[in-house]
């Protein structure tokens, strides 16, 4: 990959290179685990296959519209209805892309396609703290992080599909947790990352969004309340900074 | 071990509008220099999708206004180990290990 930056001109940063992704890609491996394995569990409790849970894995790759899919397969929803939710849930990753796109803008289409096709939850935190923190984003970085976490994804899954019956339930372990306390750490690095000036700013903007969320919950779905108080609250973070 | 051309097609389907929304902002923001009011709106969005993030999860399944209380008592200490450390993974240990003792000793 380096050769086809030099190629295009790409400046690339020694500390920001593909094995530095998969390094940055480590902390959050137990997120992908844990939530992978349940993920092909509930696949299996819901009639797919194994081999269809690992198409959903390698084709979907998300793991709320993994757990949805399954969920409503179950139910015997019809197939608009299934395709349409899945587009609601994971249209979050749009506002994502949208955010870390300005920073391929000097890569090849291909690139651009790879790196927003890999995005997840998990990556976009890892690179947007890279970003919060001024380190140049490059796309070999991105690379790494982005295939390290895909792999680890497609083989969890494979495990809780085909050994799911006979792993002890993952909840008493604490492992879905893993997601939660992993969104906590990105979260606080990136305040970490805020100039102290503007400090008190963001603060009153996370209670924002609290509000927000718990308001929206009366009205939506909680995947329709992240994406309308992400958007509602990234507009009022612009019109009240000063 | 098989696959049934509709299931194919219906995770086919999936696959497709879940790449749309991700691959899109690249292709359109690759060829379109974006207004800075543009780039500080989308400078909030880390912060405020994570607060989201969050907050979904704490919030329960049985309707507005319910709380995942057992989620709520391990933030608290994992939110205070992340401010300390600054370390992603030394959290998201922190938390598991604290989820699964509060879990063991409440039953």
């Known amino acids: ?242 | 071990m098989n696959v049934s051309l509709s299931m194919l097609l219906l995770i086919a389907a999936c696959a497709a509008v879940t790449i749309v929304p991700r691959v899109l902002p690249f292709l359109i923001i690759r060829n379109l220099k974006l207004p800075v009011l543009a780039m500080r709106w989308l400078s909030y969005i880390p912060i405020c999708i994570l607060t989201a993030l969050v907050v979904s999860n704490v919030l329960g399944e049985n309707g507005p206004l319910s709380f995942d209380w057992e989620v709520i008592a391990i933030m608290i200490p994992t939110i205070l180990f992340a401010l300390w450390t600054k370390s992603l993974l030394l959290t998201v240990v922190i938390g598991v290990v604290l989820m699964a003792a509060l879990r063991f000793f409440i039953g």
């Open chain 1, 1 to 242: 990959m380096a050769d086809v930056h030099a190629s295009i001109g790409a400046e690339e940063n020694n500390e920001m290179n593909f094995r530095q992704g998969v390094r940055d890609c480590i902390p959050t491996l137990l997120g992908y685990i844990s939530i992978g394995i349940a993920a092909g569990v509930i696949g299996i409790a819901a009639g797919l296959s194994a081999l269809e849970v690992v198409l959903l894995a390698v084709l979907v790759y998300a793991g709320s519209a993994q757990f949805i899919f399954a969920a409503l397969v179950l139910e015997g929803s019809p197939a608009a209805a299934i395709i349409l939710t899945i587009f609601i849930v994971n249209l979050r990753h749009f506002l994502m892309s949208a955010t870390l796109a300005p920073h391929f803008t000097q890569y090849s289409v291909w690139q651009n396609i790879g790196s927003g096709i890999l995005l997840t939850d998990e990556t976009f935190g890892v690179a947007s703290v890279k970003t919060q923190q001024k380190q140049g984003m490059t796309a070999s970085w991105m690379n790494g992080l982005n295939v390290t976490a895909y792999i680890c994804w497609i083989i969890s899954c494979a495990v809780g599909a085909i050994f799911g019956n006979w792993i002890a339930d993952p909840e008493a372990l604490g492992l879905d947790f893993a997601l939660t306390s992993m969104f906590i750490a990105l979260l606080v690095l990136q305040l970490d990352a805020v100039e102290s000036t503007k400090i008190k700013h963001y603060i009153r903007l996370i209670l924002c969004i609290v509000i927000l969320m718990i308001g929206f919950s009366f009205f939506v779905s909680s995947h329709m309340a992240v994406l309308l108080a992400t958007i509602l609250g990234a507009t009022i973070g612009v019109v009240t900074e000063k």
